[in-house]
């Protein structure tokens, strides 16, 4: 089989590594059509800044955000490689993509997602395929990060925060055809195509969107290459039936797919395939309090393969010497069922019910001919089953015309049950070849999974107050809320942990009771905002990895404290200058333990100067992290562990960009300028690769040239 990525084979897109390392006449270069042009500029309604480097807080505790929009660092090939473009999150890296998305130090189910509001679940033991992986961001109209346990709307368990990923479509007043494109290219060979097509009439619309993203080996600063390449398309339908104005049926479904290699680990992502559908209801202005009713299903199907011959040639030296494959799947099917009731200057409520389940099954084997068995022509195991049902109620109470209270709960039943594979049975399979619950880095370990099933009730709440002040145009909030978040898949069979009976009993649902204050102030030429938290964890799921290769993990609960916060300002100089500066912490200590909580980003600050005349635009972007030496080497969470101190760094970056047209952009960046050689704190262990440089964690990309073009019609 032809391998793509093959660690004896160079760095393919050498001319654009050339170009990497001289970026500023490229630079100019790609700037210099703006000063031709600015003698005659277009007209500049309806314009939007060219690149965002610090989305702000639209509301207390919200960030709402245009993923469509070009940003830096270069646009984002997942979920989660957007996401850590916004104050308080970081990510944990694994190779080019499917990093892990963290917020407050938080990670994993701690983090709601959504997409098009029903869930998607990974099914990799080692969290090869997180959410996000399934996510392209350029897809969707709007992202909605609602930070801490202060919200009760979308789901259980969202301790560290809830994020939503939505299209938007509305009713046309008349026959109308709209069409967003764009094609990117970079270095490390990166290109990115993407359409966005959408039309219909007062009766109905249609919508057909898709994207493909591609990258080769990425270089560090040194010139080292890191274990990066990958290559994935997605494709999304969407039909409406809109009769009229307050009636709206729709119906979605997609499929994706993909293949990546990894630094991280033993083995690559041969397959990420993804299959979605689903239905949404809506009917508005049912009666004079009912104004709205809204109900969906979904289904969503993640079948990812990890092996250690497609994009690569299995190292006869290493402790999986010949080719070998697991396959695991996971079948989500979910729903809800909500009514918004208003009483105009009083109340509005918003209650109703939710409930998802997901199914995991997995095989394991080999290559055609493998004296294992050609991997997919073998049955599928079912392992684990787990499901949630939740009803809720959130209520915003006008109190005055400058006060707020807003309150909800939720009380939800989960239920989890493990199954014995039939494979540890048999004669030869990969069950039996785990040796000590050695992971390997596909978590091997939780093949020997022992029948068993529990359940526990999660009650969460939360009640938060807003004040609009009179002195100055500012809002003063202050809330306190309560989550319980039962066990995942991977703290309970996951490759980190024992996946035995006892340690799947023995883990007590996590209890998270936060204050979060804030303050946003706004005006025509400052927005600024401070948002700060407090946190006491009872039960905290504790992650203690192996000491070694060959020891296996273990899930506990320990009592924790977190605190921390973000803030953030953008300021016009001039009509056309703009200066804007973020800063994020987060701080986590067990009390068990008396150490610090594990995989805690360092204080952070993000400084960007832009000049935008509406027509052409440059800026910088100046990133800082502060060196992290509070750490607790061996723990961590389901996606990595703390693998010591991280010194401090700082990266520094440029963008511009020229509008043709209303219809017309080009932005361009140079990410890394100085070509700074690092690493985040949060990260992933490498894997000892023959043709790498062997590092502690995964090194971030060295300097990287990217242009996009995007047209909107």
């Known amino acids: 089989m032809l391998s793509h990525s093959r660690a004896?084979?160079?760095c393919a897109p050498a001319r654009l590594n050339r170009w990497a390392r001289r970026p500023l006449p490229v630079f100019i270069a790609l700037a210099c059509p703006a000063l031709a042009y600015a003698s005659d500029p277009p007209s500049t309604d309806h314009l939007t800044p060219i690149v965002v480097t610090a989305p702000m807080e639209t509301s207390p505790l919200t960030v709402v955000t245009d993923p469509k929009a070009p940003r830096q660092p270069v646009p984002a090939s997942d979920g989660a490689d957007f996401l850590k473009s916004i104050p308080g999150f970081s990510t944990i890296r694994k190779g080019g993509t499917n990093g892990d998305p963290v917020l407050r130090g938080m990670a994993g189910s701690r983090l709601n997602i959504l997409v098009d509001g029903g869930q998607i679940g990974g099914g990799c033991p080692s969290r090869m395929d997180p959410p996000t992986s399934y996510i392209s961001p350029q897809l969707y109209d709007k992202v909605t990060v609602i930070k801490?346990?202060?919200?009760?709307?979308?789901?259980?368990?969202?301790?560290?925060?809830?994020?939503?990923?939505?299209?938007?479509?509305?009713?046309?007043?008349?026959?109308?055809?709209?069409?967003n494109a764009s094609v990117l290219g970079g270095s490390w060979g990166r290109n990115d195509q993407m359409v966005d097509l959408r039309g219909g009439t007062s009766q109905g619309y249609l919508g057909i969107s898709a994207n493909h993203t591609h990258s080769q080996d990425y270089e560090d600063g040194n010139g080292d290459r890191v274990r990066s390449y990958y290559d994935r398309w997605n494709a999304d339908a969407t039909v409406g039936w809109t009769p009229t104005d307050d009636t709206r049926v729709e119906l979605t479904a997609g499929r994706g797919d993909g293949k990546a290699a990894y630094a991280f680990s033993s083995m690559d992502g041969a397959q990420f395939l993804r299959e979605s559908a689903g239905l949404k209801v809506e009917i508005k202005n049912l009666s004079e309090h009912v104004t709205q009713l809204e109900a969906q299903v979904y289904t969503n199907y993640a079948d990812h393969v990890m092996d250690n011959y497609t994009l690569r040639d299995p190292d006869p030296a290493s402790m999986m010497p010949m080719a070998m494959a697991s396959d695991v799947a996971r079948r989500t099917h979910g729903g809800r069922a909500a009514v918004t009731m208003d009483w105009p200057d009083v109340v509005t409520v918003v209650a109703g019910v939710d409930g998802s389940t997901n199914t995991h099954t997995v095989r394991n084997g080999g290559p055609p001919g493998s004296m294992m068995g050609y991997y997919r022509d073998l049955p599928r195991d079912r392992d684990a089953r787990m499901s949630t049902i939740g009803t809720f109620a959130e209520a915003t109470w006008r109190l005055d015309a400058t006060s707020r209270l807003i309150t909800g709960g939720r009380a939800d039943r989960a239920h989890a049950r493990g199954y014995t594979l039939a494979s540890d049975d048999s004669g030869m399979g990969m069950g039996d070849m785990d040796v000590g619950g050695m992971d390997m880095g596909m978590g091997m370990g939780a093949s020997a999974t022992t029948a068993a099933s529990r359940s526990n009730w999660l009650p969460s709440g939360f009640v938060r107050y807003e004040h609009d002040l009179a002195a100055m145009p500012g809002t003063f909030y202050a809330g306190v809320g309560h989550v319980e978040r039962f066990p995942d898949y991977w703290e309970l069979f996951g490759g980190h942990v024992a996946g035995d009976v006892d340690g799947f009993r023995r883990v007590a649902p996590e209890k998270t009771t936060q204050l979060d204050i804030g303050f946003q102030y706004r005006t025509d030429r400052l927005k600024?905002?401070?948002s700060a938290y407090t946190g006491v964890v009872n039960d905290f799921i504790l992650i203690r990895y192996g000491l070694n290769a060959m020891a296996t993990g273990a899930a506990r609960n320990v009592s924790a404290r977190t605190a921390g916060g973000e803030a953030g300002a953008v300021f016009a100089l001039t009509d056309h200058w703009?200066?804007?500066?973020?800063?994020?912490?987060?701080?986590?200590e067990n009390r068990t333990d008396h150490r610090p909580l594990p995989q805690m980003p360092p204080l952070e600050a993000r400084f960007g100067l832009t000049y935008d005349t509406g027509v052409w635009s440059a800026g910088a972007l100046w990133r800082v992290v502060h060196a992290q030496h509070r750490v607790a080497v061996g723990d961590g969470n389901i996606v990595g562990q703390d693998l010591g101190p991280t010194g401090g760094f700082g990266v520094f970056s440029l963008n511009g960009g020229y509008r043709f047209s209303k219809t017309m952009t080009l932005s361009a960046g140079v990410d890394n300028l100085l070509n700074k050689t690092y690493a985040e704190h949060v990260n992933a262990a490498t894997a000892g690769l023959v043709g790498y440089v062997n590092t502690t964690r995964v090194n971030e990309p060295g300097r990287t040239l990217w242009a996009k073009v995007e047209v909107t019609l």
């Open 8 to 10: 004896t084979r160079p």
């Open 148 to 179: 801490g346990p202060e919200t009760v709307l979308y789901g259980p368990g969202n301790s560290a925060g809830t994020v939503l990923f939505d299209r938007e479509f509305v009713r046309y007043t008349e026959p109308t055809v709209g069409l």
């Open 528 to 530: 600024a905002w401070v």
């Open 578 to 588: 703009k200066v804007d500066g973020t800063l994020a912490y987060a701080w986590g």
